[in-house]
């Protein structure tokens, strides 16, 4: 019996590390006169966890779309420099991501494909 359940989390280790976590590459903001833009955050996916990191912690609001239905599958507000949101389980699909941060707004996009 122990033998079977080393096998079963050694299995379950070895599935972890093939997780492939991909970067999403988001569009800068748009200059506004007078207004200082602020470091692009950066943002990937790993599964069904989705990761954001800004330079410092300001205020945030997280939305993810579904491309295919346009439903919001995801929203939130945050004040960290890192986000780190489990999403719940997405079907296979083309999503969007938009970061509103202050003034700036940020747009990506991402996939789930299992």
Sequence with gaps: MKKLFLLVVLCLFAFSLYADKKSITLSPPKPRP??????????????QVLTIEFS?????????ISQGTQVVVY???????????NLPALPDGEYQLEIEQGDNFYIGEFEIAE
């Design 34 to 47: 007078g207004k200082s833009i602020v470091q692009t955050p950066t943002a990937s996916i790993d599964g």
């Design 56 to 64: 410092e912690a300001t205020a945030s609001q997280i939305t993810v």
């Design 75 to 85: 929203n939130g507000s945050f004040t960290n420099n890192q986000i780190v949101v």
